[in-house]
T-cell receptor, first 114, second 114 residues
């Protein structure tokens, strides 16, 4: 069972470059989330989606864009990377409603912007 | 406003003792869920336990129990008979079923001492 898969696992970007992080889930989950994790700050929600074609802003959306064109995929884009976006990024997915409500996480993507 | 507050950045506990990790939350929704996740040094996010806002009994999963006090808006995690393998970061999270946001606290780093 693949579960939630994030691509890539590691990346180094130069300031101003762009990139897309891919999150794919094979559990037919309605909801998907993108987080960043920084020391001492826990996991902060960047954007999330409650279904195919929908997206919503989280706590720290600036500098990021997302798309959910297919139910199983949730893409996180950085248009012009900044050193402040150096972080570990996690994707998560869950069913909607109260059925098995816990979120399943990917393994994380470690991004360094130099 | 901070939705999830974890006031213990770090804790040291003797092996085999019980430990309580604190979590308070803030929401105006009547329907919400509370979660605890464990993040070992390897980085993956492991779901531990869930409590729904309408659940009358405290959730239990093996050595984990959730001390849910709705009026105080607290959802403390209790780990009984701690083991060396319990050393990890622990995150409290809340999903409000109105907007479906899943937000996390800043975490508590638990270290079990032999």
């Amino acid at each position: 069972n693949a579960g939630v898969t994030q691509t890539p696992k590691f990346r180094v970007l130069k300031t101003g470059q762009s990139m897309t992080l891919l999150c794919a889930q094979d559990m037919n989950h309605e909801y998907m989330y993108w987080y960043r994790q920084d020391p001492g700050m826990g996991l902060r929600l960047i954007h999330y989606s409650v279904g195919e074609g929908t997206t919503a802003k989280g706590e720290v959306p600036d500098g990021y864009n997302v798309s959910r064109l297919k139910k199983q995929n949730f893409l996180l884009g950085l248009e012009s990377a900044a050193p402040s976006q150096t972080s570990v990024y996690f994707c998560a997915s869950s069913y909607g409603g109260l059925r098995t409500p816990e979120a399943f996480f990917g393994q994380g993507t470690r991004l360094t912007v130099v | 406003a901070q939705k999830i507050t974890q006031t213990q950045p770090g804790m040291f506990v003797q092996e085999k003792e019980a430990v309580t990790l604190d979590c308070t939350y803030d929401t105006s929704d009547q329907s919400y869920g509370l979660f605890w996740y464990k993040q070992p040094s390897s980085g993956e996010m492991i779901f531990l336990i869930y409590q729904g806002s309408y659940d009358e009994q405290n959730a239990t999963e093996g050595r984990y129990s959730l001390n849910f006090q709705k009026a105080r808006k607290s959802a403390n995690l209790v780990i009984s008979a701690s083991q060396l393998g319990d050393s990890a970061m622990y995150f409290c999270a809340m999903r409000e079923f109105g907007n479906e946001k899943l937000t996390f606290g800043t975490g508590t780093r638990l270290t079990i001492i032999p």
